[in-house]
């Protein structure tokens, strides 16, 4: 296969002095999206919901790629994903969790099932015991069409029948939060504990460390998470350093996963935040027109040729964390490998 994309002196460099030491030899990404093209032809979908940037970074992610991207990425590494397909054409979303459920068969990754709320409970039950997955993935966007996104609740996409359903068999929930206050959302707040309370069997995953992306996103949510005992949270596609420590700070180690949400952390870029709004700055030209984007702004050399890969700068702003607050060698096997394993051991 032709090399997916160039990985240069900048990323060979950022990465030896970075990150290669400090990473173990054994990692579990817990958060990927695998995807054909094909899926997403004459999509029709309801009202727009998502940000346009990742389309960007990549139109596919077939599992060849995927495992390519480890091969660039982490030299030396041994990487397993958790898998679970993207937010597709209505009309190919059987064919897309089939795609997933026939790439974990065959290569005997892990994956969950991106679900849809309309799904009755036996249903969704027996989709995912057919395909031998270990949960499921939901998204906002499948909320009924009728709500305004900012209004849109976690039990709009996720269901409480659907919860019933992960609660008695233990699966997994991997949760993308909704509305535009993010992780300090009281909203969000007191269903993700309503959550942990109610379904208390419930693997219960929060991608992206609930979204906060900039120190505006936090609010006070880690001294209300603080009364949580269970749920876990994934780092993907985040660079904020200050949420990693405090998320570490709140609930320890042990209950912190690594994950990417590649293929978009393929991207070349460095987040910055400017008054609460998070900015990914790329090289000129590298995307496309992004001019219809407030969330991209490009850069001319020579500050885009310092620009590496978005899988290393979210693994650089969690390394300062766990150096922050002194995490131990063994600690850091546990956020990259060793919690993950726990958690997806008693699904298979």
Known sequence: MKQLFEVKTVDREF???????????????????????????KKKRTPQRTVSW????????????????YRLMFPGKMVVPLMFTNLVAEKSFDKANDYIAQVSREKKYPALIFSHPQWSAKEFENKIEADGLLGAKSYLSLAPAYLPTAEIRIFDFFPHHQLDVLNRHGWVMMLHIPRNDRLR???????????????????????????????????????????????????????????????????GPKRVLFGSDLPILRMRTRRICENGKYINLVPKGLYGDVSGDSHTR?????????????MYEELDAFRRAAHAVKLSAGDVEDVFYNNAQRLLKKQR
């Open 15 to 41: 990465y030896e002095k970075r990150l290669g030491h400090w990473l173990p030899d054994k990692i579990i990404d817990i958060h990927t999206h695998v995807w054909l093209k094909r899926f997403n032809e």
């Open 298 to 310: 490009e850069v001319d050399a020579p500050q885009a040729a310092r620009l590496t890969f978005f």
């Open 54 to 69: 990742p389309a960007k970074v990549a139109d596919e992610n077939p599992v060849e790629h995927l495992e390519e991207t």
């Open 185 to 251: 959302d009281p909203v969000n707040l007191a269903q993700m504990l309503e959550i942990e309370k109610r379904y208390p069997d419930i693997k219960l995953i929060i991608a992206h460390v609930g979204r906060a992306y900039c120190p505006e996103d936090i609010g006070d949510a880690f001294k209300v998470l603080a009364k949580t005992r269970k749920m876990c949270f994934d780092i993907s596609a985040n660079t904020n350093a200050e949420a990693f420590r405090q998320l570490l700070e709140t609930v």
